[in-house]
């Protein structure tokens, strides 16, 4: 388990960040778990899903949380997908946003993986399991399944017209959360990556079949 931000720790964030994913992405689907604690019960402020340059960490640039990267809005590039956890405010809910512009905004309830203690948080079956999925063609796709849901579909296809011309080559996936005055523990695990890259101009001769891949499909497409 990845514990973004801590309770007890107000007015603090905390950014992870993969490798670079080498090639230029012109898809992907990424899976993960999350909760949240409070040991007074009520959930702080939330965190991102980040997927962009993140090779430049300097300054403040890696401060994010639920709104997304600081090096995003000063890039104006990098897509965040925000988890908007904290009720006070009464906008709960999941953002999407390329570098400072919001494309999408859904209201979504956290209680089903807001927790009081360390046990509860962390165990698999009480937390959330999020889906993201993009392609330059449709834009972003986000589904969130709580303990004992199917999942729910929070927006669809958003955003294509923001990432329609975008060059992600050597682009990173990571999280950032954020402890504002409500502070929190963001626990966030089992994360799956998958992507699909753009072939690059010079491909294996044995890549007869023209899909960027050398595999049994090229051989049964010589036989």
Request: with cysteine; charged share 15%.
């Amino acid at each position: 388990r990845l514990r973004a931000v801590q309770d007890g720790i107000p007015n603090s964030w905390g950014t992870w960040v993969s490798a670079p994913v080498v090639g230029t992405v012109k898809e992907f689907t990424v899976t993960f778990r999350f909760s949240v604690r409070n040991s007074n019960g009520g959930a702080g402020d939330g965190f991102s899903f980040l997927w962009g340059n993140l090779s430049n960490n300097s300054g403040t640039r890696m401060a994010g949380g639920e709104w997304g990267l600081e090096g995003f809005n000063d890039d104006q590039s990098g897509l965040s997908i925000g988890f908007v956890t904290y009720t006070g405010a009464g906008a709960n809910g999941v953002n999407g946003k390329f570098g400072g512009s919001q494309f999408a905004f859904t209201p979504f309830s956290f209680a089903p993986v807001t927790w009081v203690t360390t046990t509860q948080a962390v165990d698999r079956t009480r937390m959330a399991e999020a889906t993201i999925y993009w392609s330059r063609g449709t834009g972003t796709r986000v589904t969130i399944a709580v303990p004992g849901s199917t999942g729910t579909t929070v927006f669809y296809d958003k955003g294509a017209q923001q990432t329609a011309n975008i060059n992600p080559t050597n682009w990173s996936f990571g999280f950032a959360a954020r402890n504002g005055a409500v502070d929190q523990d963001v626990y966030i695990g089992e994360v799956k990556v998958n992507t699909v890259l753009v072939c690059p101009d010079q491909r294996s001769p044995a890549d007869v079949n023209r899909d960027c891949l050398v595999n049994g499909a090229d051989l049964a497409a010589v036989l």
